[in-house]
């Protein structure tokens, strides 16, 4: 196993580092215009789609040809539900660069077999030549997609259950001031697998605030486990990982020291 450096993107601020993420997705479209998308759903991605849809509204970009496809999914959530990241990625993707909903690719997650959804849609991943650009945001216990600590490296789309501190963290997308709004979360998801998302060509990671600097300096500078997910993205050769000062706060000297601003 190569254990790489990963790029370290320190901006002064979430809404710089967002509009950073956005020119690099807008530069891959211009090169590659068929460009094949991960998406990541989550607070942390929220100022880059917004960042991307401000840009695209600027210039002119050839989206005819993007495909975008979700990372996770939620599973038992109503079709219409808010907090389902197939509407999400609607809102702050599909409908602000007017894509076509059926540029949007997901595991069937109301499949009565889900299993054989998540090898289906490992499989439309292979057949339509793998993902160019992953996005990822950061759990603060180091999750990527869904896959929780212990996710194992080799790991494909699955389903899996998520941990009650990602339900509890999670939970402020669900029904806002609900007495028990944790109960609202469901235990069960599918997720692309570790294997999966180091499958993707390119990566970039964001990471905002404080409450992700513990898990920042876990991921770049903590031992390369599986009990930190995210760590496995140092065995990938082109991982960048954009941060505000916030979620740098807990790096060592060298690592600042190495990091592009
Ligand atoms: C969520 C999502 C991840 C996301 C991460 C961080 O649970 N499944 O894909 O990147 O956790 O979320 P946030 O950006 O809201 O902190």
Redesign the pocket.
């Known amino acids: 196993m190569t254990i790489s450096t990963m790029e370290l993107l320190v901006l002064p601020d979430r809404r710089q580092g967002a509009k950073l993420v956005a020119s690099m997705i807008v530069e891959a479209i211009r090169l590659t215009p068929a460009q094949r998308l991960g998406l990541?759903?989550?607070?942390?991605?929220e100022p880059v789609y917004k960042a991307l849809a401000t840009t695209v509204a600027r210039g002119q970009l050839p989206l005819s040809a993007l495909h975008c496809y979700l990372?996770?999914e939620y599973v038992g959530l109503p079709p219409d539900h808010p907090a389902r990241?197939r509407n999400v990625i609607e809102e702050q993707v599909v409908r602000p660069l007017r894509l076509d909903s059926s540029q949007v690719h997901g595991p069937d997650v109301t499949a009565a077999d889900l299993s054989l959804a998540c090898d289906e849609y490992e499989a439309q991943l292979h057949a339509d030549g793998g993902i160019d650009l992953q996005l990822?945001?950061?759990?603060?216990n180091g999750?990527?997609?869904?896959n929780e600590p212990g996710s194992p490296r080799g790991s494909r789309t699955r389903v899996a259950r998520l941990t009650e501190q990602?339900r509890a963290?999670?939970a402020r997308f669900f029904g806002g001031r609900h007495p028990d709004v944790e109960a609202l979360v469901p235990r069960e998801?599918v997720?692309e697998g570790i294997a999966t998302i180091l499958d993707a060509r390119r990566i970039v990671l964001v990471a905002w605030g404080e409450n992700?600097a513990a898990v920042v300096r876990a991921c770049l500078e903590g031992p390369v486990t599986e009990a930190v997910p995210a760590s496995l993205l140092r065995t990938h050769p082109s991982v960048t990982v954009v941060v505000d000062p916030a979620a740098a706060t807990l790096l060592a000297r060298e690592t600042i020291d190495r990091a592009g601003v």
């Open positions: 990541a759903t989550g607070g942390s991605l990372l996770d990241y990822l945001g950061i759990g603060t999750h990527i997609g869904f990602t963290d999670n998801v997720t992700k």
